[in-house]
């Protein structure tokens, strides 16, 4: 029997089963053409991909500009928006609530997902542990943070801890589910063939399920990064000095169009940015797994 410490990572126990068996070889013998890929499924180069980025932006821009020009709900133009931005970037302002606001989503976000990792694997590893924890988390699962958020300043008082707290709660409750639900759809597979090779259970939960799941719980990472995002500028609506929600609540108040935009357009951009960095990290992490 094979020492513990010997168990090949679950790339390679997945790529050892992956292999045609002695009957699936003979099907195929030497000489037959292999059958072409479907052109709709190929694979794009990285160029082509980032061309059609560049023309799926250049056409919302358009668009966008035809919108502002016919009228429609005096909506401002990408030029006026731009020139806004500028503005409020000179004075310091738009610096100020997006240091605010971004300090707030990564606080919540950073400690929601690194909590929420350890009691999905706890719940998806130990039945026990599941009993007790997975009851409370789908009961806060079905109440949206945000219905929480008057309690919540209520008994912590109006400063940083509130805001921070719900969204910690948006992304700790993405995060748990996503890794629980990563850790029991392990491939049983490739937990028989690891106990066949003689290791024990904390070596498979290593080597194998760990690894497995590191696509579920990267998902639901960019998923409490949308969620703590949104969370953040419904809780800088109430009693906030500053931030990217707050800005955008005075500009209401006096009908200030381009304010508004310039504060959503900078929600997406470092939104998106945050969720291609994730998906580094994801490709990094998973360059085991076969992808389409």
């Not at 160029?47 to 821009?61: C, D, E, H, Q």
């Not at 509130?162 to 995060?175: D, E, G, M, Q, Y």
């Not at 500053?242 to 959503?264: E, H, K, S, W």
Request: hydrophobic share 50%; charged share 15%; with cysteine.
């Amino acid at each position: 029997m094979a020492p513990k410490d010997t168990i090949a990572p679950v790339d390679q126990l997945s790529a050892t089963l992956r292999s045609k068996t002695p009957s699936e070889q003979s099907s195929n013998p030497a000489g037959t053409p292999k059958k072409t890929a479907n052109p709709i499924r190929r694979k794009l180069s990285r160029k082509t991909l980032l061309a059609i980025n560049f023309g799926s932006v250049a056409a919302g821009l358009g668009a966008w500009t035809a919108f502002s020009a016919a009228g429609i709900v005096g909506l401002p133009g990408p030029v006026e928006v731009l020139v806004r931005g500028g503005e409020l970037l000179a004075d310091g302002t738009l610096a100020e609530d997006t240091g605010a606001s971004l300090a707030r989503v990564l606080s919540g976000f950073l400690i929601g997902s690194l909590l929420a990792i350890p009691v999905g694997f706890l719940m998806g590893w130990y039945q026990v542990g599941r009993a007790v924890i997975e009851p409370w988390v789908q009961f806060f699962r079905t109440i949206p943070p945000l219905a929480l958020l008057p309690l919540v300043m209520v008994t912590m008082g109006i400063g940083e801890t509130p805001k921070i707290f719900v969204i910690f709660l948006a992304a700790f409750l993405s995060c748990v589910i996503s890794t629980y639900q990563g850790v029991v759809s392990v491939d049983k597979t490739l937990i028989n063939a690891a106990r066949v090779l003689g290791a024990n259970s904390m070596t498979i939960f290593r080597r194998v399920v760990v690894p497995a799941s590191s696509p579920f719980i990267l998902v639901g990472m960019r998923i409490g990064l949308g969620a703590g995002w949104a969370t953040v500028v419904a809780a800088e609506l109430l009693a906030a000095p500053n931030g990217l929600g707050m800005r955008m609540q005075q500009a209401q108040i006096f009908y200030d169009m381009p304010t508004i935009l310039v504060n959503v357009i900078v929600i997406g951009i470092f939104g998106l940015l945050m969720d291609r960095l994730l998906l580094m990290i994801e490709a990094h992490l998973t360059r085991w797994q076969e992808r389409r």
